[in-house]
């Protein structure tokens, strides 16, 4: 199996690549997701085909209806988009969706036309209207929306695997939503059965737009902040002409509706002056009507009015009101005489006369609600006696609706509708249709003699499409095609020169590749061979024929001359490695014995790879070859080094053997002259010793007593011989044991004092000077061990000081303890430092005989080595020495400071030492020693 699967990496076919590959199979998950897309799409192209089949194509749907357009063909792009998706059609998924979020941002222009509606003119429109407008334009928007972020998540999804999970049916959801909404009449039903559903549908619109923008807008800025600079050039570029085109199509658009606003108003204010005119022209002729009055008879009154309301259409009736609110005459249809004698009622009717007498004005009322069931307006002019006096007033009673209708017809051929409202209510519309471009609607005011109108009048839909053109859709669909390709032409454009560079980067990276292959062949001294089946020979590189010294460069190697010069020894093991190679795939690397071309017998490492055929048989193989002549060689003196070696190591360890037997016999010897020396010499000096305290009560000469003092003197001399020689000897055997304390450095200090005083009271000119250990923690360590140390050094510095002073001194620093011997003493050269520490060696200056066995110093490194600590000598010829102890104290025994420490006992009259913040040196003289105080 594994000789196939290398078959198939170097030598298959993509055929053979693509039968090896396995077949996927989707999940259920996947099945469900086919399985709504399709749906998705279906009833978009259930939608499109019904909406063909009623308003007769494309185009009438996309001019009648357009969210209803948008929404089938952004159903079924959509639809066609997650299915492509989900079966793995990356670039068939983009495209349509790229394809559903442009004609959503077509959608989106649409529904922001719908909502573009002056506040002013909203307040004049019916409830049921305004509710059917905003529903439309927001059951627009919301569908559009969602299409452009439905087309986003598509296009992230596929460059993030974890991409809009969400996005995507929250996409569907609301796009089914926008048709529900459209396809339940909710555009015409009226306030009172559509507003609860458009309110539902709003909130769940509304709700599902946040979590789409909020997935899309994080989708996209993981993908912004992943996008190399090819990805923001393009984007950016083509989100700039995006823009650019998007207000070059607004500005378009205002300057249509600007020109068209203007057109409209002009015809507004000729509405508006129009009936100002019609209404001043028949206050007029009532007016003159008043003139006459008080001139005329009854009947020559009723005949005047009559002919008026021949004159002037729009007059329904007209009377003659009393003072006191009597219809006292009437002219007009027969039904009206029945109002003869009848009071008007309170209201705008008594309002207008009173108005009219007080201001000696033609006077109109708000329009109100006639007695035959319409709307209409009326005026009064006061009229006069002879006297001039007031005495009532004529009324002219108008219709409302056929006093405007006359100008509705007179003015509609010029493309123009308006509709007129008192008191922020509907009084009088031309015509039933709500204004197409509600944005173009303008409103005029007519405030005359008591009426209060405003005039809202707007281009009808022939009008509009006179004025508007397609360039600004035009426009803008280039311009956003421009930016698409653009975009995409400048990031192809960066991806191939992205991938060109790749390629040269690989180009070269190959070629360096193969110098390096070159190289590292070279510097490796091995040689590549190549084996076919079928092949004359095999191939051979140039440094593998010269390697085995090959005479013709051209001619192929055979296998027959191969295994002829092999040696017959390995012949049956190398043919057995190749046979196991082919079989079953072990290593083949073999080591060989070969008769090169230039007669000489040299050592071959071998090693290869085979590639088998789909039945397993071996068609070529592959390997290097090393020569290892030198190798083998250098292996075979290594062997003789080894037992050379080998043959050393155990004639050392018999010396060691010897050397370990010689130790223990010292030891035992040490051990047992150990009390046979010291047991004569202790005799000898007690004896002595004795001897001298016997002279003083028996008279001796003095060459008697001289002689047995010297016998005392070199009994002990020897006797310090026999104990130095004892210490040497035990810790060179490591037979030194530590036993650590706390030390008391006040008592250490006065001991180590007491038994040095001796030494300087033969030198009167030599102070000894101890510092203050006041404060110092009390150290853990061999107490023993440090006062001997102490004891040598100051010993040594006593011998060798005759004038000046010997320093004694601790600190404590980062867990070590420093003690510091100083003396100023004759000091010592350089040459002689590196010597002071072995054993019997001792320092002479000329004319000085010092006494000693020259093993005090060598004993005080081997107990501070005992201790882990070292001993240093700092000195300087004829200045003076300076020898440190640095002693490390173990870090589970570190004792906190003391408060104080005890006064040193003084040599002479000394005082106590002082407390820690002064710290001064400590003078001893030379005296005998006495206890302080």
């Known amino acids: 199996m594994s000789r196939r699967i290398r078959l198939a990496v170097a030598d298959c076919t993509f055929a053979e690549v693509r039968t090896m590959t396995p077949t996927r199979r989707y999940s259920p998950v ?83 036309q719908l909502l573009d509606v002056d506040v002013e003119n909203l307040l004049f429109q019916p409830s049921d209207r305004l509710i059917e407008r905003v529903g439309r334009g927001s059951v627009a928007l919301g569908s559009n929306v969602c299409a452009v972020a439905f087309g986003l998540s598509i296009w992230l999804r596929q460059r993030f695997k974890q991409g809009a999970a969400i996005a995507l049916p929250l996409g569907i959801v609301i796009c089914l939503i926008s048709w529900v909404a459209l396809n339940q009449r909710f555009m015409g039903a009226g306030a009172n059965s559509s507003w609860p559903v458009a309110n539902g549908i709003a909130v769940l619109t509304a709700i599902a737009l946040l979590l789409l923008g909020a997935v899309t807008i994080a989708r996209a800025c993981e993908y912004l902040r992943s996008a190399n600079s090819s990805y923001w050039l393009s984007t950016s570029i083509a989100l700039g002409m995006a823009a650019a085109s998007f207000m070059i199509w607004r500005e378009l658009v205002e300057n249509e509706s600007r020109h068209l606003r203007r057109e409209t108003a002009a015809a507004s204010e000729s509405i508006r002056l129009e009936v100002q005119e019609r209404l001043q022209d028949r206050a007029k002729a009532v007016d003159r009507l008043t003139l006459r009055w008080s001139t005329h008879d009854h009947e020559a009154r009723i005949a005047d009015a009559q002919r008026l309301m021949e004159d002037f259409d729009g007059i329904l009736a007209m009377y003659g009101v009393s003072p006191d609110y009597r219809v006292i005459w009437v002219c007009g249809p027969d039904d009206a005489l029945r109002f003869l004698g009848k009071t008007l009622p309170p209201g705008p009717r008594q309002d207008a006369v009173r108005q009219a007498c007080q201001t000696g004005r033609f006077t109109f009322t708000p329009v109100v609600q006639l007695n035959i069931n319409e709307p209409g307006f009326i005026g009064f002019a006061p009229t006069y006696d002879s006297d001039g006096q007031t005495d009532g007033c004529i009324a002219a009673i108008f219709l409302l609706e056929p006093f405007l209708e006359a100008i509705a017809q007179d003015r509609r051929h010029v493309g123009f509708e308006f509709a007129v409202y008192e008191a922020n209510r509907n009084a009088f519309a031309s015509t039933e249709l709500l204004p197409t471009e509600p944005c173009l609607a303008v409103t005029t005011k007519l405030d005359f003699r008591g009426l209060n109108w405003q005039f809202v009048a707007w281009p009808d839909t022939l009008t509009v499409a006179g004025h508007y053109t397609h360039a600004p859709s035009l426009v803008f669909a280039t311009g956003m095609l421009s930016a698409m390709l653009v975009g995409l032409v400048i990031q192809l454009r960066q991806r191939a020169m992205q991938r060109t560079t790749e390629a040269m980067r690989s180009a070269e990276a190959l070629h360096f590749s193969e110098q390096r292959f070159d190289l590292a062949v070279h510097a490796s001294r091995d040689g590549i061979w190549e084996w076919r089946a079928g092949a004359d020979g095999y191939y051979a590189s140039p440094h593998y024929r010269e390697m085995l010294g090959y005479p013709f460069d051209d001619a192929p190697l055979s296998e027959q001359t191969w295994f002829a010069r092999m040696h017959p020894d390995d012949l049956p093991h190398v043919r057995q490695a190749i046979e196991d190679h082919f079989q079953r795939g072990a290593t083949y690397d073999v080591v060989v014995r070969f008769f090169n071309f230039r007669n000489e017998w040299v050592w071959l490492r071998v090693r290869g790879q085979c590639a088998c055929d789909e039945n397993g048989q071996p068609i070529r193989m592959a390997g290097s070859i090393a020569d290892i002549t030198e190798e083998r060689e250098a292996q075979q003196t290594l062997l003789r080094h080894v037992e050379t070696i080998a043959a050393s190591n155990k004639a050392l360890a018999e010396l060691a053997e010897a050397a370990e037997a010689a130790a223990a016999a010292k030891s035992t010897f040490l051990r047992t002259m150990s009390h046979e020396l010291r047991t004569p010499l202790n005799a000898i000096i007690g004896f002595s010793t004795g001897l001298l305290r016997h002279t003083r009560t028996h008279g001796l000469d003095a060459h008697q007593r001289d002689r047995i003092e010297r016998i005392a003197a070199s009994g002990q001399h020897l006797l310090a011989l026999v104990n130095n020689v004892l210490d040497i000897a035990k810790a060179e055997a490591a037979e030194h044991t530590v036993q650590p304390e706390a030390i008391d450095l006040t008592d250490l200090f006065d001991e180590v004092i007491s038994m040095t005083e001796p030494l300087l009271q033969r030198k009167p000119d030599v102070q000894l000077l101890v510092e203050s250990v006041v404060g110092l923690p009390a150290p853990v360590l061999d107490r023993a061990r440090l006062k001997q140390i102490l004891l040598n050094l100051l010993g040594n510095a006593a011998k060798f000081t005759d004038h000046g002073t010997i320093t004694l001194s601790a600190a404590y620093q980062t867990n070590d303890w420093r003690f510091t011997v100083a003396d100023t003493g004759i000091g010592i050269s350089p040459a002689d430092q590196r010597r002071v520490f072995e054993n019997f060696e001792q320092v002479h200056s000329a004319g000085r005989n010092v006494e000693g066995t020259g093993l005090g110093l060598a004993i005080s490194a081997a107990m501070a080595n005992a201790m882990r600590g070292t001993i240093t000598l700092t000195s300087q010829l004829g200045v003076g020495s300076q020898f440190t102890l640095v002693v490390p104290q173990p870090a589970a025994s570190r004792a906190e400071p003391t408060a104080s420490v005890g006064t040193f006992p003084a040599i002479v009259d000394s005082p106590p030492l002082d407390p820690p913040a002064t710290r001064p040196r400590r003078a001893f003289s030379r005296a005998p020693t006495r206890p302080a105080g």
Do not use: D
């Open 30 to 112: 996947e099945w469900c997701g086919l399985a709504v897309a399709a749906a998705v799409a279906a009833l978009g192209a259930t939608i499109a085909i019904s909406w063909v089949a009623e308003l007769g194509g494309l185009l009438q749907i996309a001019a009648s209806a357009p969210p209803r357009f948008n929404t089938a063909v952004l159903l079924g792009l959509c639809g066609f988009s997650l299915a492509c998706s989900i079966l793995g059609h990356r670039k068939s998924a983009e495209g349509l969706a790229a394809g559903a979020a442009l004609l959503a941002l077509l959608g989106l222009l649409h529904a922001y």
